[in-house]
């Protein structure tokens, strides 16, 4: 109890500093004189917070801040705020709120903490009503339906959203403003370590956001917010507990969180288990099924998940500080790679005489698992007024210690290791003309290392510090934001040799088998790695302006750069999971795939975005329409060479495996046929995939309107159209475009919606990439609240895919491989005390 005395009275004398105490009062109605219950007043840099109650009225006692800057926020209204500078007596003051017909939430995730109706640059948030009702088991399939974001689907165990046509390290995936550290962003088989068991929202930025989260954030960003490191005092114990069940899978979810509170400290805990097999599907997996291949299932497509959160808050008048531990368990499947073709061949691809002999092998090819182990750490805090000038001061920290194994045939194959550090601190300063902001540093480490069979990238360490600043100034209806970062990035490759198995000799299909193994046997070729060292500025400018009650128009242009990370830099070798063979920015290969000694420039990728978003957010019906350019120097890219790096089989008791580079065989005259090396497998060869450089263009538009038509239902629409040329062709894996509706209805305790997505189909494509057809989903949700004895119950059902339509996904490198779940009923109940 002593210790506990001593530790609260430190903190305590460090946070709070003495000032005159005041107190604030007023009352909050909306535009008809109603008064606004339940909305959120916040005195900005302090731990000041109160609610409205049923007549509008709020007030402040004691408070000790000399500069006050209130801030008044409901999702049903417009934000308010008035800023009332240095005081010294007691004050009086009070709101009129503008009605909002979106729910208007405040963006954790941008550097000032704008609402989405004000923010310069386009948002979307999803809250914890909506994320319980959309939740799936991958981030990916979250959001993909929010307008702009699309997945990389690699079955229904991984999947990465894909924001604008961007994936992999474009997209930068955070929790609580951390990078999630996990290695998502080496491979689409590798999923999201992020959980949202206890998520509060989920924030979509598209677009740059490099000036706060880095240079890989040139697609946008995806933030969920959760309660792991509690910010506000709790009296007593809060807290929710849900369990569900699909009949798709055989899935069982279980999750719960508490939070409680005693003083100044707050605790909090949550975790979650999910269970499930593998996923019914309408047809067979494969586009050409093998006569051994089953129907109806998608095989290695279970997964079990058990992820466990538990963190603790001082929390003070002047501020907080806290951590949290978090434990991940997940052993999921990747599909893909039950089957083999036996003699099934792509016309085409080239194929050993001895691989016939393999045939029944392959047939039988087992499937592959990952096995997750993370653990993560975590700290944030905040100190406001620290000193005259700053109105508020912000940590955050956190190491994650990552791995996962993949396990083929039972047995333990390639290790993938990641062990990262994050940490970043912000100043808010006090207005200077005007214009208030924020400048901070950041600073991350990543160890990354793989080892086994697939270890197609080295060992590295990836170091970046940068610097950044944020303003905005507002003037009558328009709110201005400049800002600009600059960044330093430094990779190490700790182990600094790498060899590949190349060709030096030009194919010749007039030479004779014999002839051609003796002429053109693979060798070696070994590759020091110097330090990379890159600098990345990025720029910003933006206005939003509000030209009539209840409508804005936001324009942003940007100019951002990005390093290029690891994997882009040193592939080197077969990634199984693709069913590719991967070779890297930093090694010159020619058109026959041969490989030079000497290594290859690299230069940050440069690109400049404008983007125009109108919002109408008043009334009995509304809209947000964004329209995006991008215009990319040096664009980093994956593509298909319509080569095949063959894999020697074992032959009359030879155990040596030799990889070779081939030239497709009629790969002109059949190029439509081969999309992206789906079709040919580690026993007949593997398709080379090369990193390239080149100037690009990516635009397209985005947009979602709702209609009210009476108190009860509203009609909501969305689509969104992309498109991305690369010099004199298209981008590998453009989402389609896409067209959604939904009709909801809400009365009372009882809220049901049905809607559908049409998905188009993809004919822009890249060369060696086949098309997809389009597809269309139908589904429908129905969900009971009733209150008991100090609980609110929510009773609910959930169908998805209700039509049982095979649908394959463009974006998803298992798309002849892997559809989409068949026809999927949840039902479940969950629990608020």
Same mark, same amino acid.
Do not use: C
């Given at each position: 109890?002593?210790?506990?005395?001593?530790?609260?009275?430190?903190?305590?004398?460090?946070?709070?500093?003495?000032?005159?105490?005041?107190?604030?009062?007023?009352?909050? /109605?909306?535009?008809?004189?109603?008064?606004?219950?339940?909305?959120?007043? @916040?005195?900005?840099?302090?731990?000041?917070?109160?609610?409205?109650?049923?007549?509008?009225?709020?007030?402040?006692?004691?408070?000790? @801040?000399?500069?006050?800057?209130?801030?008044?926020?409901?999702?049903?209204?417009?934000?308010?705020?008035?800023?009332?500078?240095?005081?010294?007596?007691?004050?009086?003051?009070?709101?009129?709120?503008?009605?909002?017909?979106?729910?208007?939430?405040?963006?954790?995730?941008?550097?000032?903490?704008?609402?989405?109706?004000?923010?310069?640059?386009?948002?979307?948030?999803?809250?914890?009503?909506?994320?319980?009702?959309?939740e799936a088991p991958t981030l990916g399939e979250t959001l993909k339906n929010t307008p702009g974001v699309h997945s990389t689907y690699?079955?229904?165990?991984?999947?990465?959203?894909?924001?604008?046509?961007?994936?992999?390290?474009?997209?930068?995936?955070?929790?609580?403003?951390?990078?999630? $550290?996990?290695?998502?962003?080496?491979?689409?088989?590798?999923?999201?370590?992020?959980?949202?068991?206890?998520?509060?929202?989920?924030?979509?930025?598209?677009?740059?956001?490099?000036?706060?989260?880095?240079?890989?954030?040139?697609?946008?960003?995806?933030?969920?917010?959760?309660?792991?490191?509690?910010?506000?005092?709790?009296?007593?114990?809060?807290?929710?507990?849900?369990?569900?069940?699909?009949?798709?899978?055989?899935? @069982?979810?279980?999750?719960?969180?508490?939070?409680?509170?005693?003083?100044?400290?707050?605790?909090?805990?949550?975790?979650?288990?999910?269970?499930?097999?593998?996923?019914?599907?309408?047809?067979?997996?494969?586009?050409?099924?093998?006569?051994?291949?089953?129907?109806?299932?998608?095989?290695? #497509?279970?997964?079990?998940?058990?992820?466990?959160?538990?963190?603790?808050?001082?929390?003070?008048?002047?501020?907080?500080?806290?951590?949290?531990?978090?434990?991940?368990?997940?052993?999921?499947?990747?599909?893909?790679?039950?089957?083999?073709?036996?003699?099934?061949?792509?016309?085409?691809?080239?194929?050993?005489?001895?691989?016939?002999?393999?045939?029944?092998?392959? !047939?039988?090819?087992?499937?592959?698992?990952?096995?997750?182990?993370?653990?993560?750490?975590?700290?944030?805090?905040?100190?406001?007024?620290?000193?005259?000038?700053?109105?508020?001061?912000?940590?955050?920290?956190?190491?994650?210690?990552?791995?996962?194994?993949?396990?083929?045939?039972?047995?333990?194959?390639?290790?993938?290791?990641?062990?990262? /550090?994050?940490?970043?601190?912000?100043?808010?300063?006090?207005?200077?003309?005007?214009?208030?902001?924020?400048?901070?540093?950041?600073?991350?480490?990543?160890?990354?290392?793989?080892?086994?069979?697939?270890?197609?990238?080295?060992?590295?360490?990836?170091?970046?510090?940068?610097?950044?600043?944020?303003?905005? @100034?507002?003037?009558?209806?328009?709110?201005?934001?400049?800002?600009?970062?600059?960044?330093?990035?430094?990779?190490?490759?700790?182990?600094?040799?790498?060899?590949?198995?190349?060709?030096?000799?030009?194919?010749?299909?007039? !030479?004779?088998?014999?002839?051609?193994?003796?002429?053109?046997?693979?060798?070696?070729?070994?590759?020091?790695?110097?330090?990379?060292?890159?600098?990345?500025?990025?720029?910003?400018?933006?206005?939003?302006?509000?030209?009539?009650?209840?409508?804005?128009?936001?324009?942003?242009?940007?100019?951002?750069?990005?390093?290029?990370?690891?994997?882009?830099?040193? $592939?080197?070798?077969?990634?199984?999971?693709?069913?590719?063979?991967?070779?890297?920015?930093?090694?010159?290969?020619?058109?026959?795939?041969?490989?030079?000694?000497?290594?290859?420039?690299?230069?940050?990728?440069?690109?400049?975005?404008?983007?125009?978003?109108?919002?109408?957010?008043?009334?009995?019906?509304?809209?947000?329409?964004?329209?995006?350019?991008?215009?990319?120097?040096?664009?980093?890219?994956?593509?298909?060479?319509?080569?095949?790096?063959?894999?020697?089989?074992?032959?009359?008791?030879?155990?040596?495996?030799?990889?070779?580079?081939?030239?497709?065989?009629?790969?002109?005259?059949?190029?439509?046929?081969?999309?992206?090396?789906?079709?040919?497998?580690?026993?007949?060869?593997?398709?080379?995939?090369?990193?390239?450089?080149?100037?690009?263009?990516?635009?397209?538009?985005?947009?979602?309107?709702?209609?009210?038509?009476?108190?009860?239902?509203?009609?909501?629409?969305?689509?969104?159209?992309?498109?991305?040329?690369?010099?004199?062709?298209?981008?590998?894996?453009?989402?389609?475009?896409?067209?959604?509706?939904?009709?909801?209805?809400? #009365?009372?305790?009882? #809220?049901?919606?049905?809607?559908?997505?049409?998905?188009?189909?993809?004919?822009?494509?890249?060369?060696?990439?086949?098309?997809?057809?389009?597809?269309?989903?139908?589904?429908a949700s129905v969900q009971y609240e009733f209150a008991g004895d100090g609980v609110d119950w929510v009773v609910f059902a959930r169908?998805?895919?209700?039509?049982?339509e095979e649908a394959r996904v463009h974006t998803s490198f298992l798309k002849d491989q892997a559809p989409l779940p068949g026809r999927?009923?949840?039902?479940?109940?969950?629990?608020?005390?």
């Open positions: 109890m002593r210790m506990r005395s001593l530790l609260s009275m430190t903190i305590a004398g460090l946070l709070s500093a003495p000032v005159l105490a005041t107190t604030v009062t007023g009352k909050v /109605t909306d535009v008809s004189g109603k008064p606004v219950e339940g909305a959120e007043v @916040k005195i900005e840099g302090t731990r000041h917070v109160a609610f409205t109650d049923e007549n509008g009225v709020y007030r402040f006692n004691d408070v000790q @801040k000399p500069h006050i800057h209130l801030h008044v926020y409901s999702s049903n209204y417009i934000h308010g705020d008035n800023d009332l500078g240095d005081v010294s007596n007691d004050q009086n003051v009070d709101f009129v709120l503008q009605p909002a017909s979106v729910e208007n939430i405040v963006v954790t995730a941008t550097a000032l903490q704008s609402s989405v109706l004000e923010s310069v640059t386009p948002v979307t948030v999803i809250s914890a009503d909506k994320l319980r009702k959309i690699f079955g229904p165990v991984s999947s990465s959203p894909i924001i604008r046509g961007n994936d992999g390290p474009r997209v930068k995936i955070v929790q609580n403003g951390l990078d999630v $550290s996990d290695v998502s962003r080496v491979g689409p088989d590798h999923n999201v370590a992020t959980t949202m068991a206890s998520a509060t929202q989920v924030e979509v930025l598209r677009g740059p956001a490099t000036l706060q989260y880095g240079s890989g954030a040139i697609g946008g960003v995806v933030n969920v917010v959760d309660k792991r490191i509690p910010q506000y005092q709790v009296d007593g114990v809060e807290g929710e507990a849900e369990m569900s069940y699909s009949t798709v899978n055989e899935g @069982k979810y279980t999750r719960g969180d508490i939070t409680g509170g005693q003083g100044n400290f707050v605790w909090h805990l949550d975790g979650f288990l999910r269970d499930t097999d593998n996923a019914d599907i309408p047809g067979f997996a494969s586009v050409e099924p093998d006569e051994d291949e089953e129907r109806g299932e998608l095989e290695s #497509s279970a997964m079990e998940t058990t992820n466990i959160v538990a963190g603790l808050s001082y929390v003070a008048e002047e501020g907080y500080f806290g951590f949290a531990v978090e434990q991940l368990d997940n052993e999921y499947g990747v599909p893909g790679h039950s089957h083999g073709h036996g003699d099934e061949h792509d016309e085409g691809a080239h194929v050993d005489e001895h691989d016939e002999e393999h045939d029944e092998e392959h !047939m039988a090819e087992e499937g592959v698992l990952l096995d997750v182990d993370m653990t993560r750490y975590q700290a944030a805090g905040e100190w406001h007024s620290p000193v005259e000038g700053i109105s508020n001061l912000k940590f955050a920290a956190a190491y994650t210690d990552y791995e996962h194994a993949e396990i083929e045939d039972g047995e333990q194959g390639t290790v993938f290791t990641n062990e990262s /550090t994050d940490i970043r601190l912000s100043a808010y300063h006090e207005e200077v003309a005007g214009w208030h902001g924020v400048f901070g540093m950041q600073y991350t480490k990543s160890d990354y290392n793989a080892v086994g069979e697939e270890a197609f990238t080295p060992a590295n360490v990836t170091d970046s510090f940068s610097l950044y600043l944020i303003e905005q @100034k507002k003037v009558g209806n328009v709110t201005f934001e400049i800002g600009g970062r600059l960044e330093s990035t430094t990779i190490d490759v700790a182990n600094s040799e790498v060899e590949l198995e190349v060709l030096h000799e030009e194919h010749d299909d007039h !030479m004779g088998e014999e002839e051609h193994d003796e002429e053109h046997e693979a060798h070696g070729v070994a590759f020091s790695f110097p330090e990379y060292d890159f600098s990345a500025v990025s720029l910003s400018a933006g206005a939003n302006w509000e030209y009539t009650d209840g409508q804005s128009v936001a324009v942003t242009l940007s100019r951002s750069e990005r390093a290029p990370s690891q994997q882009e830099l040193f $592939s080197a070798g077969q990634h199984l999971a693709t069913e590719s063979y991967e070779v890297g920015l930093v090694f010159d290969m020619d058109e026959e795939g041969h490989i030079d000694e000497n290594l290859r420039g690299v230069s940050e990728e440069v690109s400049t975005n404008l983007d125009v978003t109108f919002r109408k957010f008043t009334g009995d019906w509304g809209y947000s329409v964004s329209l995006f350019y991008n215009q990319a120097d040096n664009y980093i890219f994956q593509t298909n060479t319509g080569l095949i790096a063959l894999a020697g089989h074992e032959d009359h008791g030879e155990e040596e495996h030799e990889e070779e580079i081939h030239e497709e065989e009629g790969h002109d005259e059949h190029e439509g046929e081969h999309e992206e090396g789906h079709e040919s497998h580690s026993d007949e060869g593997l398709p080379v995939y090369y990193f390239q450089q080149a100037d690009a263009d990516i635009w397209g538009v985005e947009a979602q309107a709702y209609f009210d038509l009476n108190d009860e239902f509203r009609v909501t629409v969305f689509t969104d159209y992309i498109r991305a040329e690369i010099e004199d062709d298209n981008l590998p894996r453009t989402p389609p475009m896409r067209i959604g509706g939904e009709l909801s209805y809400v #009365s009372g305790g009882l #809220s049901a919606d049905a809607g559908f997505t049409w998905v188009d189909d993809q004919n822009d494509t890249a060369s060696f990439e086949t098309s997809t057809e389009g597809y269309t989903l139908l589904n169908g998805d895919n209700l039509t049982d999927n009923l949840t039902f479940g109940v969950r629990a608020v005390f």
